[in-house]
């Protein structure tokens, strides 16, 4: 395999460099980049992010994989993938859900209606969305999902619940799905809706994580959705899902960060004396480093099988699998590695006197837990390898 990036990759990356070296100039650059930022989804709402997004499309970003028909640069996925790691790297907001999820199925198998409608504002970020997928007894096992669409005349109402809606609080719109027909087995009764976020029917109530990030539940009470408002056709809601799901996991999970995470770390380690000496003299202490850096090096590799698979046009759904579940458990290994090479004082937080990077280290450890979650827990990764990459009997 050739993992080089060619010429050409290589002159993208060093533009975006150059935009984000002026970026991070910016007066109010903490409020869109923050590489101490745990993850993406912890970003809160502030004009300067949105104006920061804004920017982003101005310079043609946003949609770089779309055809020119609808506004992008028909650019290879690879110029997506490269984007993101370096945003990630700033803890500045990634491209996702928009362009991803949405404007990739819209433009699949949305109206002409919705493609006119919502591509034109993804591709400026005038919209933000929320992704109503998981609710209280349907996660892991999406297609059992109960929020029920009725029909009604010229479209459906909706009524039930949704659970850990990030972004919920501050989106414009709400990508949502709901079951069509109960009368049918499960995957085959599902349709996908957009409902702007301010509908009077629905409320959103606070979930606080321990990780500090913010999701929300979300209330449906007779939210009506005329049928302009259905993407695609009804009842083949689950292609659409499990598509964006497959998009999803494989550009979100940047590893950037953990590079980034990891020599922190090192660097914290090597000024941090106890008991009279650098903590990384100690032999124990140092083959626990020596282990993390290779695991670091494997993730960065498993990572980039990702990104060759996915730029011949395959869908990487098995490597994709992989390096989600190496990479956030190594995450959550370099902050259990952190606290315990750091003694007592790693577990004071934020705002504490004498508390290491200044909290940080506690605070990443109640965090990581998040991505091991987020988009597929670690045992749907591993039945994903089991089944679709080692073709395992599994149901
Ligand atoms: C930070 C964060 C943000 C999120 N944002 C969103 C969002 O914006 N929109 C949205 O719709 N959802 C969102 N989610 C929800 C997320 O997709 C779900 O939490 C996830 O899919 C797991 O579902 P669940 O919480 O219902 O757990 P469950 O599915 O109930 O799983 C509970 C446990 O059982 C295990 N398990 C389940 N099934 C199997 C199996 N078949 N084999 C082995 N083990 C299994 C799981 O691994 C887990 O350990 C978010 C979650 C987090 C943590």
Request: glycine fraction near 10%; aromatic fraction near 8%.
């Amino acid at each position: 395999m050739d993992f080089r990036l060619s010429e050409e990759e290589r002159a993208f990356v060093a533009e975006v460099t150059a935009f984000l070296d002026e970026e991070a100039r910016h007066a109010e650059a903490h409020d869109f980049m923050a590489p101490d930022r745990e993850a993406d989804s912890m970003l809160a709402d502030s004009p300067a992010r949105r104006a920061f997004n804004k920017r982003m499309g101005a310079r043609g970003y946003l949609g770089m994989s779309w055809d020119g028909v609808y506004g992008g640069s028909a650019r290879p996925g690879i110029y997506e993938y490269l984007l993101n790691e370096e945003l990630a790297g700033r803890g500045a907001p990634l491209i996702g859900k928009g362009v991803g999820c949405i404007g990739k199925t819209l433009i699949r198998h949305g109206s002409e209606k919705l493609k006119a409608e919502f591509l034109p504002q993804i591709l400026s970020a005038d919209v933000e969305f929320a992704l109503g997928y998981s609710e209280p007894n349907a996660g892991s096992d999406l297609a059992a999902l109960k929020l029920r669409a009725t029909r009604a005349d010229g479209g459906w109402v909706l009524d039930g619940q949704k659970t850990f809606t990030t972004s919920a609080h501050f989106a414009d719109w709400y990508w949502v799905a709901a079951r069509t027909d109960p009368n049918v087995p499960k995957h085959k009764g599902i349709s996908v809706f957009l409902i702007p976020m301010d509908h009077p029917g629905l409320t959103i109530q606070e979930i606080k994580t321990m990780g500090d990030h913010r999701t929300n539940a979300v209330f449906f009470d007779n939210v009506e959705v005329g049928d302009d408002y259905l993407v695609g056709e009804v009842n083949k809601g689950w292609t659409y899902v499990c598509e964006a799901l497959d998009f999803e996991r494989f550009t979100f999970f940047t590893v950037n960060p953990i590079i980034t995470k990891f020599r922190v770390l090192l660097d914290l380690l090597k000024r941090t004396e106890r008991g009279g000496r650098c903590v990384v003299d100690d032999p124990l202490i140092a083959q626990q480093i020596g282990r993390l850096a290779a695991d670091v090096e494997a993730a960065k590799m498993l990572q980039r099988r990702v990104i060759v698979a996915a730029s011949k046009g395959d869908v990487p759904a098995v490597e994709a699998a992989m390096y989600k579940l190496f990479s956030t458990q190594l995450g959550q290994r370099i902050a259990d590695f952190a606290l315990d090479a750091l003694g007592p004082q790693g577990l004071l937080s934020h705002g504490a006197d004498g508390a290491p990077d200044d909290g940080k280290w506690e605070h990443s450890y109640r965090a990581t837990i998040l991505d091991t979650i987020g988009g597929g827990s670690s045992e749907v990764q591993k039945n994903i390898i089991a089944r679709r990459g080692l073709g395992l009997p599994l149901n």
